[in-house]
């Protein structure tokens, strides 16, 4: 058999022919010998893959509005048919994270109202556009007691809401609860990001949402002090997740943040009542400048500016991480503000 200068015989030349049966049938028994397993994971995360781009289509669908969020609870539901609680998420707060808050402030907020959250759009933060879906809210459900609680930020929103929902409808609010909210932009802490999130939002750029994730994670993980590994990991992932606000939302949340003038609203809100509670090691709104403000602002509708969140992480609105802080104070405020009805004399038969 002669190999010499890369000879082979006929018949292992017909074998190394791609055309050959020979070699159509190397590959057909090759097919067969693929994994079942193989198979069914390529499948199955063919099918995750279409499932999760299905999910995110959706979510990003649902979230061109601005819609209200409630949030079952029995006792409030049926005890307070006619009265709710209606929370103004803070900051890059999410919907799911908006209704987190809810359930763990429900000890506290469900001895006066039902419990309700605004999501905002993904399209932006629109005033009027909130104003409007609150009052759609309040009339469908027939309200006549409303309570706001202001996570962050949400208290300028919810002051503002407030006041137009006074003016335009004719409805009142009973209660702002203002936790840790900024009074100005200058009681932020961190002007540098700030301002050029603004800055850019200003001049038509949407910042990428890897960019603005990245800056956020390493800003977490720097200010380790404030959270958990677990809190991090659990942050950065909803970020990242479909279910995150847009970066079009939160640089229009900036903006409102920056251009917000409390004193607009000093003689509007008619007799709805004001509390702040902060802590006085938050190192993201100034406490002292922030409290000092809305007092000073709000002089006759302010009944409380002494409430403290001490030893709650992260320091800053932080109800859902730290319930056990904020349902104590909140009920304290409310039995002081709005007593709950007493029970009549006994009467005694001998």
């Known amino acids: 058999m002669n190999l010499r200068a890369g000879k082979f015989p006929r018949k292992q030349q017909r074998w190394?022919?791609?055309?050959?049966?020979?070699?159509?049938?190397?590959?057909?028994?090759?097919?067969?010998?693929?994994?079942?397993?193989?198979f069914l994971i390529g499948a199955g995360a063919s099918t995750?893959?279409?499932?999760?781009?299905?999910?995110t289509r959706q979510v990003q669908a649902e979230r061109r509005v601005t819609k209200i969020l409630p949030?079952?609870?029995?006792?409030?539901?049926?005890?307070?048919?006619?009265?709710?609680w209606i929370l103004f998420p803070g900051y890059k707060t999410s919907w799911e994270e908006a209704q987190w808050i809810l359930n763990s402030l429900r000890g506290s907020l469900h001895q006066r109202g039902q419990l309700a959250a605004v999501g905002y759009s993904n399209l932006g933060l629109d005033v009027s556009d909130v104003v409007d879906t609150v009052a759609d809210y309040i009339n469908e459900?027939?309200?006549n007691t409303l309570y706001f609680y202001g996570h962050s930020f949400g208290g300028m929103l919810a002051t503002e809401v407030a006041a137009?929902?006074?003016?335009?409808?004719?409805?009142?609010?009973?209660?702002?609860?203002?936790?840790?909210?900024?009074?100005?932009?200058?009681?932020?802490?961190?002007?540098?990001?700030?301002?050029?999130?603004?800055?850019?939002?200003?001049?038509?750029?949407?910042?990428?949402?890897?960019?603005?994730?990245?800056?956020?994670?390493?800003?977490?993980v720097v200010n380790k002090h404030e959270?958990?590994?677990?809190?991090?990991?659990?942050?950065?992932?909803?970020?990242?997740?479909?279910?995150?606000?847009?970066?079009?939302?939160?640089?229009?949340?900036?903006?409102?943040?920056?251009?917000?003038?409390?004193?607009?609203?000093?003689?509007?809100?008619?007799?709805?009542?004001?509390a702040f509670i902060g802590n006085p090691r938050d190192d993201t709104v100034n406490y002292e400048t922030a409290r000092a403000a809305w007092a000073k602002t709000f002089p006759l509708n302010m009944a409380s500016t002494g409430l403290r969140t001490d030893g709650a992480r992260p320091t800053h609105a932080s109800p859902q991480w730290n319930p056990f802080v904020y349902n104590p104070i909140i009920e304290d405020l409310e039995n002081e503000l709005f007593?709950?009805?007493r029970a009549g004399p006994r009467v005694v038969f001998y």
């Open 16 to 38: 190394q022919d791609p055309g050959s049966p020979a070699q159509v049938l190397r590959h057909a028994a090759e097919l067969k010998s693929f994994s079942r397993r193989s």
């Open 48 to 55: 995750a893959l279409a499932a999760d781009m299905l999910f």
């Open 71 to 84: 949030v079952g609870d029995d006792f409030a539901d049926s005890s307070y048919p006619n009265s709710s």
């Open 141 to 143: 459900r027939k309200l």
């Open 164 to 220: 137009l929902l006074r003016e335009r409808n004719g409805i009142g609010v009973k209660l702002i609860l203002l936790d840790s909210s900024p009074f100005s932009k200058y009681d932020i802490l961190d002007q540098s990001w700030f301002d050029g999130v603004v800055f850019l939002y200003e001049s038509g750029f949407q910042v990428p949402s890897v960019l603005r994730g990245g800056y956020e994670l390493g800003e977490r």
């Open 227 to 274: 959270r958990t590994w677990g809190q991090i990991w659990d942050q950065t992932l909803e970020q990242l997740s479909p279910i995150a606000p847009s970066s079009v939302l939160i640089q229009s949340e900036s903006d409102y943040i920056y251009h917000f003038d409390g004193t607009r609203f000093t003689d509007r809100l008619g007799d709805t009542r004001m």
């Open 339 to 341: 007593p709950p009805p």
